[in-house]
Nanobody, 119 residues
Framework: QVQLVESGGGLVQAGGSLMLSCAAS????????MAWYRRAPGEQRELVAS???????NYANSVKGRFTISRDSAKNTLYLQMNSLEPEDTAVYYC?????????????WGQGTQVTVSS
């Protein structure tokens, strides 16, 4: 069973930067996509950025040019570099992995890490 543990959240002023990390306890064997989601107070969860096992990346329009998703396969760790943070980026950020392996789909979620951006 894979477990995901996020870290790196915190309080930062607008215009500042944070890097989130997501460490996976196990390995992925199939085709998978790793992603960051976020949920702001009173809002639905939204996709922030994703990266496929082939390395293709995808970003929400609201974070394009400011956030960068990456992964270190050797360390089984996903990252989200967040620059030029805005108060609207305040949310709980979740790491997610969607894996297709052995004719089955698997979904893994982290516990979330709070990011608060002050104006």
């Amino acid at each position: 069973q894979v477990q995901l543990v996020e870290s790196g959240g915190g309080l930062v002023q607008a215009g500042g930067s944070l890097m989130l990390s997501c460490a996976a306890s196990g390995s992925f064997f199939g085709i998978y996509t790793m992603a960051w989601y976020r949920r702001a107070p009173g809002e639905q969860r939204e996709l922030v950025a994703s990266i496929s096992s082939g390395g293709s990346t995808n970003y929400a329009n609201s974070v394009k040019g400011r956030f960068t998703i990456s992964r270190d396969s050797a360390k089984n760790t996903l990252y989200l570099q967040m620059n030029s943070l805005e108060p609207e980026d305040t949310a709980v950020y979740y790491c997610h992995v969607h894996e297709y392996y052995g004719l089955r789909y698997y979904d893994y979620w982290g516990q979330g890490t709070q990011v608060t951006v002050s104006s």
